[in-house]
Every structure is written in C-alpha cells, then in structure tokens.
C-alpha cells in the first residue's frame, strides 16, 4: 500500500490526522496510545467504548473488531494486532494532569497488578499535562471543546479486571519490542492520538497513513 503519511509523536504530546474511508491507519510503539475518532463530516458523532463494547459482548477487542461510534455506525475495523504480550484496553479514560494531582493526594486510586507503587508523589514528578490535554490540543482547530474529547481506546494499555470485585489494575505489561495495530478507516475520520506520559515512563509513537 503506498504511504500517504508518517509521522514521530513525542512522548505525552498528541496529533490529530484526517482518514478516508477505505485507507488505513497504523500506530506503532511500545508504550501507551490514547486514541481518539470523530465522523469528519459530522463531528458530533465521535467514538464510543461502550457501543464499542456492548455490540460485540466483550471488553478486549482485536483483530476483526469494530471501533463504534455513539450512533453504533463503524468508524475503524482493526485489521492487524502485534501485541502478543497483553490485551489494549477499553475500560479506563485518560490521565491529566488534574488526575495526577488526584491520584498522589490520595483522592484517587490507582493500582498495579504487580504490586508496584509507580504513582508519583513530590509535585515536580507529576506531569504538568497529559493525554486529556493532548487530545483537547489536537483537535481544537476543528473546535472541538476538551470536554467534547471522548473516553479513549487505550491502545499497548494492558489491564487486569478483576471477575469478582471489579478493581481494575494497572499492569506494566508493554510490547517487548516496537509492536503495531492497523485499523482500516470505515468512514471519513478525524483521528487523535496522545503518546502517553505513563508518569514519565512513555516513549515516542509513529503513525503512519497508508492509500488502499
């Protein structure tokens, strides 16, 4: 497929890109990638976790899997999934620097299935921003209001959910090396990705756009 577009996002900044139908996105790395869509030619109707979940009665989603949209209408089919060591979530939203603040003074969790305390907790450790200001900043030349900014598709984001209580954990559980997933576009999309901060520990993304 010839390449239309490639492109290095830094670690905890974001990028927002325009898909066609029928082309095919592909995001690449080995840490977290929020990951974001909205109908192009009608930016009310944006990505949905729950539609996404509910219409193919499961929370991990892979290869043959439909991104869907609030009006249950297919935005993205993963058509390729490299990541052999764990699963892309669909459960939580995204971090910030307001979530951060919460999580060191105690006024919100986060747990790590191994045990591992990896939350920062001096004020100069925390991220000033992250991926909720990421994604806001990427799309706000299409006006698009942060809080517009829909529950995210954690893509390389493995959890761990409990059957019984429901606790969500945190795992550190990241591609061993550069791993990818493919989507092809099923309608005109605006797409937004946010390189993940993961309290320091993110790397670089590559996105890449190819023509059918």
Not at 51 to 77: C, E, H, W, Y
């Amino acid at each position: 497929m010839p390449l239309l577009q490639s492109e290095v996002v830094p670690k905890n900044a974001g990028r927002a890109y325009v898909v066609r139908k029928g082309q095919q996105l592909q995001i690449s790395g080995q840490s977290i990638v929020d990951f974001v869509a909205f109908n192009l030619d009608d930016l009310n109707e944006r990505f949905d976790q729950a539609r996404t979940k509910t219409n193919q009665a499961k929370i991990f989603i892979s290869v043959g899997d439909i991104l869907f949209s609030k009006r249950n209408n297919p935005m993205l089919t993963i058509v390729e999934d490299t990541f052999t060591e764990g699963r892309h979530d669909l459960q939580k939203g995204m971090c910030s620097r307001r979530r951060f603040e919460m999580v060191a003074t105690g006024k919100a969790r986060r747990v790590f299935a191994e045990g591992v305390d990896m939350n920062p907790k001096k004020p100069e450790a925390i991220p000033d921003h992250g991926c909720w200001e990421n994604l806001s900043d990427a799309v706000k030349p299409w006006s698009i209001s942060p809080d517009d900014v829909p529950s995210p598709f954690n893509i390389f984001q493995c959890m761990r959910i409990d059957p019984e209580t429901g606790i969500m954990y945190d795992t550190l559980i990241r591609p061993k090396e550069e791993a990818h997933v493919g989507f092809r576009v099923e309608m005109a999309c605006l797409v937004a990705v946010s390189a993940c901060p993961e309290s320091g520990r993110g790397q670089s993304i590559r996105i890449e756009i190819y023509e059918p």
